[in-house]
């Protein structure tokens, strides 16, 4: 047993460390293997064509654009105003253009459209009740919530200690705080947007985008665009810029409902795929839409933020504070331009070249392992030859493994 262990140990290390290997050419007058080597040939061959250098653009450059939009966002919608509290609600109606819902009025490759609002007029510093909304009910008692210096649960204050009448309800006591009075909710009126008229809402991107690489500078506004068309999706708005806010929101799948309510954040997504070996002219974007959060959503619902407009009047500081909810559009470029480069033509058919072996893989798989001939063929495409200088510890283990 320690012999025969020791003798494949040699034997190994002989063939593996001590052994140079290299090719054989060996001619197998064999039709049906030459055919089957032709026809893998052919096919690796056609995928290198037609894949590799046709299909992909293998023989092109490629650069990822860059760029930015500009927005303009039109359209007049009629809104309800709620002037709610815990009790009461009286609705009047009102009208809202362009510079009353699209807050703020520039940003960087992204829109906001304002699709409630809920406003409180006339703040001041001061000590008032908490709103009814907030829930501080108190009875003037230790277990009351209203813990002086602590400041209120939505901080709008700070609770002043007291339990007072609510300014909505005399019959009720609320906590007293010391901050902006009214507070938000006990006194405010709520916006709505009249949701069809939000869709009718248009959007123009005006997109102006760069491949360095190539020195093209490229616009989705050509001198022939027309800009009465409304886009689609279809191959005959291909190349219109102006988009209804309605048929974006038709692309998404959500509860329009609870969008509109609450907001949510919207990603209109520009594909700049440019072929620059034909006319740049032809280069047109692609448009798709996705609803990357929505008003619904179990976890922080929906998209809002507050803001304030101060003022002075009679020596006393004022304010109208309004808390906003809308859909935020956000504009992403993305694509690729080719261009025809030699150097990426060979490097595309050099790395096909590669898969040729798997032809003579296969081939010699079927000679070696199932065909009938398969002991002749392994004598035919192995031996060994020894050469002059072998060194003797090489012979020693040669001898040694045939014996």
């Known amino acids: ?54 299909w992909k653009k293998g023989y092109q450059q490629i650069q990822e654009p860059h760029g930015t939009s500009i927005i303009k966002v039109k359209g007049i919608a009629k809104v309800t105003g709620n002037n709610s509290t815990f009790y009461t609600s009286d609705e009047t109606k009102y009208v809202w253009d362009t510079p009353e819902y699209e807050i703020p009025p520039i940003e960087n490759n992204a829109f906001f ?12 510093r001061g000590l008032c009740p908490t709103a009814l909304a907030d829930k501080l009910f108190c009875n003037g008692t230790a277990t009351d919530p209203c813990k002086k210096g602590q400041p209120t649960p939505n901080t709008f204050g700070y609770f002043t200690g007291k339990c007072v009448e609510s300014e909505e309800n005399a019959t009720m006591k609320v906590c007293q705080m010391d901050g902006w009075c009214p507070e938000e909710l006990s006194s405010s009126i709520d916006y709505t947007m009249d949701r069809q008229d939000l ?12 491949f360095t690489l190539f020195k093209k500078n490229l616009r989705n ?14 191959v005959h708005t291909a190349d219109c810029p102006i988009i209804r806010v309605g048929y974006i929101l038709d692309q998404l799948t959500t509860n329009r409902t609870a969008l509109l309510y609450d907001g ?8 700049w795929t440019c072929n620059f070996d034909r006319s740049p002219k032809k280069c047109v974007p692609t448009y798709e839409f996705s609803l990357l ?14 803001f304030v407009q101060k003022y002075r009047v009679n020596e006393t500081n004022y304010r109208t504070l309004s808390k906003v909810y809308g859909l935020r559009f956000v504009i992403s470029i993305t694509g690729k331009g080719g261009q025809f480069n030699i150097v990426n033509l060979f490097i ?18 079927i000679l070696m392992y199932i065909h009938k001939s398969r002991e002749k063929y392994r004598r035919g495409k192995f031996s060994v030859c020894e ?10 283990i040669l001898k040694h493994s045939e014996a």
């Open 264 to 271: 949510g954040l919207i990603e209109i997504r520009q594909d």
């Open 293 to 306: 959060q929505s008003g619904d959503d179990k976890l922080s619902p929906g998209i809002n933020y507050r």
């Open 199 to 210: 869709e009718n809402f248009t959007v123009f991107l005006k997109t102006m985008v760069t």
């Open 113 to 124: 459209i304002a699709t409630r609002q809920t406003v409180t007029y006339g703040q001041t």
């Open 1 to 54: 047993m320690p012999g025969s262990v020791q003798n494949a140990l040699h034997s190994f290390f002989f063939d593996v460390v001590l052994t140079y290997s290299t090719v054989k050419l060996v001619k197998v007058p064999h039709t049906y293997i030459a055919i089957i080597h032709r026809i893998l040939q052919l096919i690796i061959f056609a995928y290198i064509i037609g894949y590799i250098v046709l």
């Open 387 to 396: 050469v002059d200088g072998t060194d003797s510890a090489t012979a020693q």
């Open 221 to 234: 506004i050509q001198e022939n665009t027309n800009f009465s068309c409304r886009f689609d999706g279809t």
């Open 348 to 365: 595309a058919i050099g790395s096909g070249i590669g898969f040729m072996v798997i032809a003579g893989i296969v081939c010699d798989a």
